[in-house]
């Protein structure tokens, strides 16, 4: 059973850092690309970054571009997502998924999702 588990979400003030992390299970790591997205309340989930599946490339939105870094250890079956300089905008769950081999839009396995609050 595919099991992936995101962790260190919490309230941090404007301008502040946080890293989550996404640990996986239950599926050959390494052979997955992973990506990070967001839902912010009343609104569409939208996608934040992703990793391919030995972190040759990473892409991500423009709001993003410079303040997160996605990262990912194949030995250790988990990815980063290191967010900085973050904005009240950024409020939001956050959820890692994946899907195999190539970053494709569709994702197969999502996780539970990390609350982020950014206070001004």
């Known amino acids: 059973q595919v099991q992936l588990v995101e962790s260190g979400g919490g309230l941090v003030q404007a301008g502040g850092s946080l890293r989550l992390s996404c640990a996986a299970s239950?599926?050959?790591?390494?052979?997955?690309?992973m990506g990070w997205f967001r839902q912010a309340p009343g609104k569409e989930r939208e996608f934040v970054a992703r990793i391919t599946r030995y972190g040759t490339s990473t892409y991500y939105i423009d709001s993003m571009k410079g303040r997160f870094t996605i990262s990912r250890d194949n030995a250790k079956n988990t990815v980063s997502l290191q967010m900085s300089s973050l904005k009240p905008e950024d409020t939001a769950v956050y959820y890692c998924?994946?899907?195999?081999?190539?970053?494709?839009?569709?994702?197969?396995?999502w996780g539970q999702g990390t609350q982020v609050t950014v206070s001004s």
């Open positions: 239950g599926l050959s790591f390494s052979n997955y690309c």
């Open positions: 998924a994946a899907r195999p081999n190539d970053c494709l839009p569709s994702y197969t396995y």
